[in-house]
């Protein structure tokens, strides 16, 4: 990472993150009813089948294989925590009216480890069944990657989004991987992930690049 944080073989990383054909990562109007806005679930139909899905939301056995599910599966692979940003925790705006708004999830998030939640009202950590706690970090983006260098026990931070929040982690030069699920759609609105960022100059290359009838999928790694 190209940041004044202790160096570390660490790399924090944004794996299956959805964007429409338009580059959207989401719809516009993201309410509790929509929390991916409107027309956003659309992003997200190539993973409903697949066997990681399948698994981890319902714990059944089965489902689609093949690329999809590859890129799902290796998703989870070497996460030793998380950052989210706020809206990815739940649709509550402004300081916590009480605490019984716990994520989108259910009892037993999928995380499984530390998850640091960007805010900027304080709020107590959450501790889930499976081993998720929710941790709300308000003094900033480098402070949550600090903390969650400490929780990854070694193993890599994975960066969940929203596209508010990787884009201020790629302005700021931490991201060191992306991969990129392009759906066969576009949302016309809401928020655009390429808006004012420039890929190349932030020192972006693509490295892998796999289509399915669902998504293309796109992996692209900071140089030096």
């Known amino acids: 990472m190209s940041t004044n944080l202790p160096i570390s073989p660490v790399k924090l990383v944004v794996r299956c993150f959805s964007v429409s054909a338009d580059g959207y990562g ?14 956003g679930m659309a992003l997200h139909e190539r993973v409903f089948p697949t066997r990681t899905f399948q698994k981890i939301h319902t714990g059944k056995d089965g ?17 030793g925590a998380w950052i ?3 809206n990815m925790f739940g649709p509550v705006r402004g300081p916590w009216p009480d605490e019984s708004w716990k994520g989108w999830w259910g009892d037993e998030p999928p995380y499984h480890c530390e998850v640091f939640v960007l805010t900027h009202h304080a709020r107590a950590p959450i501790e889930m069944k499976g081993g998720t706690v929710f941790r709300f970090v308000t003094d900033g983006i480098e402070a949550a990657l600090q903390r969650a260098l400490q929780a990854a026990g ?13 884009k201020q982690y790629l302005r700021a030069r931490l991201v060191d991987e992306l991969h990129l699920a392009m759906a066969p759609t576009v949302l016309g609105s809401g928020e655009n992930l390429f808006s004012g960022i420039d ?14 009838a669902a998504a293309t ?5 900071k140089e030096g």
């Open 84 to 86: 989210l940003g706020r």
């Open 217 to 221: 999928h796109l992996v692209l790694r």
């Open 63 to 79: 489902g689609a294989a093949g690329p999809d599910d590859d890129f799902a599966a290796r998703g989870f692979e070497n996460i």
């Open 154 to 166: 070694g193993k890599d931070i994975r960066l969940g989004g929203g596209v508010a929040t990787i």
């Open 26 to 39: 989401a719809g516009p109007n993201q309410d509790v009813n929509n929390p991916l806005g409107v027309g």
């Open 199 to 212: 890929l190349v100059k932030l020192g972006y290359k693509r490295t892998e690049h796999v289509t399915t």
